[in-house]
């Protein structure tokens, strides 16, 4: 079975540009967690979903930061307009929207904005 | 929110050697993952604990639920090279989500 899918792997762009990473959760999963990983402040939570509703997002850093759900199997975040202090990686976990359920991430989309 | 903290931050240690790390936490929880991150990829759920005193295996790897409920240890045995990696450990209370801790950086020297 396929895990969770992010794309792009990579993205280089200069600030000031919008920015959009996507994500596509395990078939059946119906729980999507957005998360950044910078080695000064580790892996941080900026969003989650259940069942396409947005449940908490108290880690969102400002309103330059965005996130959807379409669909019950994608998702995007969106960055409107990138800054030099967003680079960093981004990943996304899905799990079923259950109390004690794991998350499964996907490999990340590692953006730099110049 | 809730504390998680991992020890030690770094290890370094020879092929092998048997490795230690664990995780404690500020409030109890109720469900304890292990996790490893490889270079460029996300993080592999590696063992999933659901009650206190669990001990469960996978290969070398052994994890185990504190009793308190506010610490997990991690375990592996005659390490490999390929056991390089960063190690987390995650913790739920209640819904379903996971607080993370800060990671251990294990570096095996063949």
């Known amino acids: 079975d396929a895990g969770v899918i992010q794309s792009p792997r990579h993205e280089v762009t200069e600030m000031g540009q919008e920015v959009t990473l996507r994500c596509k959760l395990i078939s059946g999963h119906n729980s999507l967690f957005w998360y950044r990983q910078t080695m000064m402040r580790g892996l941080e939570l900026l969003i989650y979903?259940?069942?396409?509703?947005?449940?908490?997002d108290s880690g969102m850093p400002e309103d330059r930061f965005s996130a959807k759900m379409p669909n019950a199997s994608f998702s995007t975040l969106k960055i409107q307009p990138s800054e030099p202090r967003d680079s960093a990686v981004y990943f996304c976990?899905?799990?079923?929207?259950?109390?004690?359920?794991?998350?499964?991430f996907g490999d990340g989309t590692r953006l730099s904005i110049l | 929110g809730q504390q998680l903290n991992q020890s030690p931050q770094s290890m370094f240690i020879q092929e092998g050697e048997d490795v230690s790390m664990n995780c404690t936490s500020s409030?109890?929880?109720?469900?304890w993952l292990w996790y490893k991150q490889d270079p460029g990829e996300g993080p592999v759920l590696l063992i999933a604990?659901?009650?206190?005193?669990e001990l469960t295996s996978n290969g070398r790897l052994t994890a185990q639920f504190g009793t308190t409920r506010k610490d997990s240890f991690l375990n592996i045995s005659a390490s490999i090279p390929s056991d390089v990696g960063i190690y987390f450990c995650a913790g739920q209370w209640t819904g379903n989500q996971f607080y993370f801790g800060t990671g251990t950086s294990l570096t095996v020297i063949p």
């Open positions: 979903f259940n069942n396409n509703v947005p449940i908490d």
């Open positions: 604990l659901y009650k206190a005193g």
């Open positions: 409030s109890i929880f109720n469900t």
């Open positions: 976990a899905s799990s079923f929207a259950r109390p004690n359920q794991p998350q499964h």
